[in-house]
């Protein structure tokens, strides 16, 4: 392979790396939460009044007993010195996507000038950041900075363990000093205790005398890309954007489906074992790993857990993967689209609901028909979805996501739910009034009297669906591989919450009325499916006969950009549903469209100024050096007689003229600035400057086909997809 100096030594380097061993696989015992503070620890190391109330609290919901946390601190503290760590941190999770923390030591100096270490109570239960240099949407300016942690002692702390140390990190909230919520987890934790209040009235109402608290739980599908470092630092786009902006697709991409579930790469596989290892010791569930679809794309699944948990345990997984990955002399993209033309990244967010007195609510059993509970849970996502989707839209988007929704990797804009024939065929007879039975499951042979008989589900999966029923749980398809599952789930619950409250006035209403339960559900469940049914499709999402039949004959919103999506989050129905199930107050939700706002805008307008530096100072002088070359070989061979002609010169000059008057006419669409509403903003940088730097690219990778492999400045897709 040829190439410029720098890509040939990126290849070099990559060649000539030594492989980082393999450690000895570890008992799984040996690892598991060994760095948590979890209930097991606790009760080792509290007084047992103290843990049975933290138990409490963790398990029922109780409210938290303060007087209890100079005690906790002190064994946090003793068991966290105990594990090598120097320094505390309240961890939270800003409006950024990522997870902030700052590092205060475990240290107290006295007035003899000796130090001991000291973590009292104050300190484990609140602290105080700044409240202004993080997203805010208003709700604090530059001068209005104080902001507060708070303890969530739902979500166990833990020691995040590097190379360079320990630190002992707690879980916390993030709120303002006026008391909103700047952060992902107070919605969560809101959302959660709405759905509980409004699942507990509907499972008291179906006859169920004793009810343990409802929680939501999450399991998220991970998947990610894996590129040489070496290849990154010679891409500014990578680097500062997370997906490239220009690069020719190479003659192999994923169309042989060979990579999918493949052999997975030696170097990978290390990788991959040491991730493993650092989450099994977080107590991070890791059950599954496998190539994906694009060649260089791979997936790492966790088992279920509560959402808070779940949510949380994200974005360690995600920080444990960018960390890792650098200790393997890769890059980790988070990004949902890094590569044009092959297959971008998703977060697959598994999403249920349960307790422990009845289990998974979302749980059709073996005779769907005859479950009351699964029939009216599940009736209520079906209203709740049909009722907020283009809300279920706003959450998941962003710049980076808009490129992959509606492509064939991902389900499109518009927001249907796919219940499967089986279950799909029980609503429908509850729509029309005659509930007569279930689908069965069946059997399959396969021929060979060697094989065993497959047990075949009573439904298909669907993977064009956005928001697909899967068994016992809905697969939220549409959430971006870079994003915190947090906004995802706060939807979900509200939604849910919402519905089952609704449908709770209707059971008790009509249950004092003197109807049976069972005549109630049904009546309920058959007004659902009156009203919201236009938002079951069980076909294929993909197809343009989908999208007319939805928003023409149905009357589902499709909203294809961010631009679009985003001021869902200022419609009076959405502001009214937040302020009644008491998730986000009327502030809270405008400052979060106010910040996402703005983080879309910026990402295009990074994404801008990178394509017009990276076309003027690479693309641009390489293709002036190789017209340069022609110009000069045309010249020679003309004298000896070898006249080739000048198409090629013709062509490559062509390009690079419309390369350079493309440049010019982003730079003015960069450029605009007047505009009356941040609405009139994002419109501008969906229409105008992300057209314009499409209109760029397509001349710079057209000179990516012409321009001499040694003049090429960028390493390529074929080097970056393909080189491991």
């Known amino acids: 392979m040829s190439g410029n100096m720098s890509r040939v030594q990126a290849i070099q380097l990559i060649a000539s790396r030594e492989p980082k061993p393999a450690k000895a696989p570890k008992k799984l015992e040996e690892m598991w939460a060994v760095n948590v503070f979890n209930l097991e620890k606790m009760q080792k190391s509290l007084p047992g009044n103290v843990f049975e109330s933290l138990k409490k609290t963790i398990q029922a919901g109780e409210p938290l007993d303060g007087s209890l946390a100079d005690v906790v601190a002190t064994a946090m503290k003793d068991w966290a010195i105990s594990k090598g760590a120097l ?165 192999k991409g994923q169309q042989f489906d060979d990579h999918y579930f493949g052999a997975i790469p030696e170097r990978v596989q290390v990788f991959m074992q040491e991730v493993e290892e650092k989450l099994y010791r977080l107590g991070i569930p890791a059950k599954t790993r496998h190539n994906e679809v694009a060649p260089g794309q791979f997936e790492i699944a966790p088992i279920y857990e509560a959402a808070n948990v779940a949510a949380d345990h994200q974005q360690l997984l995600m920080t444990v993967l960018r960390n890792t990955a650098k200790k393997h002399g890769f890059v ?61 839209r706003a959450v998941i988007a962003s710049a980076s996501n808009d490129h992959r929704l509606g492509a064939n990797e991902a389900p499109p804009a518009i927001i249907s739910i796919y219940l499967g024939s089986q279950i799909a065929d029980v609503f429908e007879q509850i729509k029309k009034g005659e509930l007569k039975g279930s689908q069965r499951k ?129 419609d009076s129905k959405i502001e009214e549903l937040f302020s009644k199930m008491e998730v986000l107050s009327s502030a809270e939700l405008a400052s979060r469209f106010e910040t996402y706002a703005e983080q879309y805008i910026n990402s295009i307008d990074v994404e801008a100024k990178l394509v017009i530096n990276m076309a003027k100072t690479s693309i641009y002088p390489a293709a002036a050096h190789y017209l340069t070359d022609l110009a000069t070989t045309a010249a020679k061979m003309k004298e000896i007689g070898a006249d080739f002609g000048n198409s090629e010169i013709d062509k490559v000059a062509g390009l690079t003229k419309s390369l350079l008057a493309s440049v010019e006419a982003l730079s003015t669409a960069l450029h605009k600035h007047d505009f009356a509403t941040v609405e009139d903003h994002m419109q501008h940088a969906a229409k105008s400057i992300r057209p314009a730097m499409d209109e760029v690219r397509q001349y710079a990778d057209a000179l990516e086909a012409e321009v001499a492999d040694d003049l090429w400045p960028l390493p390529t897709y074929q080097e970056m997809l393909f080189i491991k």
């Not at 979500?155 to 952060?183: H, K, Q, R």
């Not at 049904?522 to 006969?545: D, R, T, W």
């Open 332 to 392: 980790c993209l988070l990004h949902e689209k890094p590569f044009a033309g092959i297959n971008g990244s998703g977060k697959h967010v598994n999403w249920s609901v349960g307790n422990k007195t009845q289990g998974n609510l979302l749980d059709p059993g073996d005779d769907p028909h005859t479950n009351l509970q699964f029939l009216t849970f599940c009736g209520a996502v079906i209203r709740g979805i049909h009722q907020y989707g283009p809300l279920l």
């Open 87 to 251: 320094y505390y941190s309240h961890v939270f999770y800003p409006l950024t996507n990522a997870t902030a923390e700052k590092h205060d030591g475990f240290v107290s100096v006295k007035s003899d000038g000796t130090a001991i270490t000291e973590f009292e109570g104050k300190l484990l239960v609140q602290g105080e950041p700044d409240g202004s240099s993080f997203p805010n949407g208003g709700i604090r300016s530059t001068f209005e900075a104080r902001g507060y942690t708070a303890w969530d002692v739902t979500s166990p702390a833990y020691i995040m363990e590097t190379d360079n140390g320990m630190t002992f990190c707690i879980p916390t909230v993030f709120v303002s000093w006026t008391g909103e919520a700047l952060d992902k987890k107070t919605p969560l934790l809101r959302s959660n205790a709405a759905m509980n209040k409004a699942a507990t009235r509907v499972l008291k109402a179906l006859g169920n005398a004793e009810v343990a608290p409802v929680n939501s739980s999450c399991g998220a599908e991970q998947e990610y890309f894996l590129v040489d470092i070496n290849f990154v630092n010679s891409r500014p786009d990578l680097m500062l954007s997370g997906r490239t902006l220009f690069g020719k697709p190479p003659a």
């Open 442 to 570: 069946g059997t399959m042979n396969m021929g060979v009297g060697t094989l065993p008989l497959l047990l075949q589900d009573a439904g298909d999966r669907n993977r064009t669906s956005p928001f697909a029923f899967t068994g016992n749980r809905f697969e939220f398809r549409a959430v971006g591989s870079g994003q915190a599952v947090s906004g995802p789930l706060v939807a979900m619950n509200t939604i849910l919450a919402d519905s089952l409250t609704w449908m709770a006035d209707k059971l008790e209403a009509a249950i004092k009325g003197g109807a049976s339960i069972n005549d109630a559900v049904l009546a309920v469940l058959k007004e659902v499916m009156e009203n919201h049914s236009a938002v079951i499709f069980n076909g294929n999402g993909y197809s343009e006969e989908w999208h007319k039949m939805a928003v023409e004959q149905r009357g589902l919103a499709n909203l294809r950009t961010t631009a679009d999506a985003l001021p869902v989050l200022k």
